[in-house]
């Protein structure tokens, strides 16, 4: 993240949050974001229309809960600050409501290996944290337990978390969740709905982690054809 200007930073931020709402993850003025710096982080203003915010909107927070700017920090800072300082592989994290994940959540239903892209949030599933009032040091407990080994969770009776290396990491995962809760409340009602096994998820997990770092996949027979030309 330090690699662009606080300035440049505080618009892209501005500009990922008209993609979730323009994307339909997000809806009004629920959801927040927030991008790591140096001694703190950046985090969208409370109750400002995504529509209307500008880059000066961005609240810049320390992790002793002080901040600066024209607006408050976000009702739920607390978990945004909580989860940087407990993820440093992170540098980035979305929450919104989208329909489908908040659906799940309200049910208390953890998305399992029925698909192999659930290991994009780092495990064999996607867990649920109980529930606990919005902005309280409980939410944030409770989703940085969730999120123990992965990249996302969903917030029972809430909605979700995404985490990511960079704001555009953190959306594009985001929307690969509400994809999958998407796909997993429809597959529901058609019987039983087969799971991957650990194992595999194993193996899916480690092709994915390679592929993070410009590998191609190995496996057996994976690679039998791509190769890159000689010369």
Same mark, same amino acid.
């Given at each position: ?9 505080? +618009? ?47 609240? *810049? ?45 309200? +049910? ?10 659930? %290991? ?17 040091? +409980? ?5 940085? *337990? ?31 969740? *509400? ?11 058609? %019987? ?21 770092? %410009? ?15 000689? %010369?």
């Amino acid at each position: 993240m330090t690699k662009l200007t606080n300035r440049a930073l505080r +618009q892209e931020m501005v500009d990922i949050c008209r993609r979730m709402n323009a994307s339909g993850i997000n809806q009004g003025t629920s959801g927040n974001l927030s991008a790591r710096i140096d001694g703190g982080f950046l985090i969208t203003p409370t109750s400002l229309p995504y529509d209307r915010m500008e880059a000066e909107d961005i609240v *810049e927070m320390s992790y002793d809960g002080t901040y600066a700017g024209k607006h408050r920090p976000s009702s739920e800072w607390r978990f945004h600050r909580d989860i940087m300082k407990h993820r440093e592989d992170i540098n980035a994290i979305l929450h919104c409501h989208s329909i489908y994940a908040t659906t799940l959540a309200c +049910q208390y239903k953890p998305i399992p290996a029925f698909h192999y892209m659930v %290991g994009v949030a780092g495990g064999t599933t996607i867990r649920v944290a109980p529930y606990a009032t919005f902005g309280t040091q +409980q939410l944030s407990d409770n989703a940085i *337990e969730a999120l123990e080994g992965r990249l996302a969770c969903l917030l029972g009776q809430h909605g979700q978390i995404s985490l990511g290396k960079t704001l555009e990491a953190s959306l594009w995962l985001a929307t690969e969740v *509400e994809t999958l809760a998407r796909l997993y409340v429809q597959a529901l009602p058609l %019987g039983d709905l087969p799971i991957l096994s650990d194992e595999e998820m194993a193996r899916v997990i480690e092709q994915m982690r390679k592929m993070s770092y %410009g590998q191609a996949p190995d496996a057996e027979g994976i690679n039998d054809v791509a190769r890159p030309r000689a %010369g």
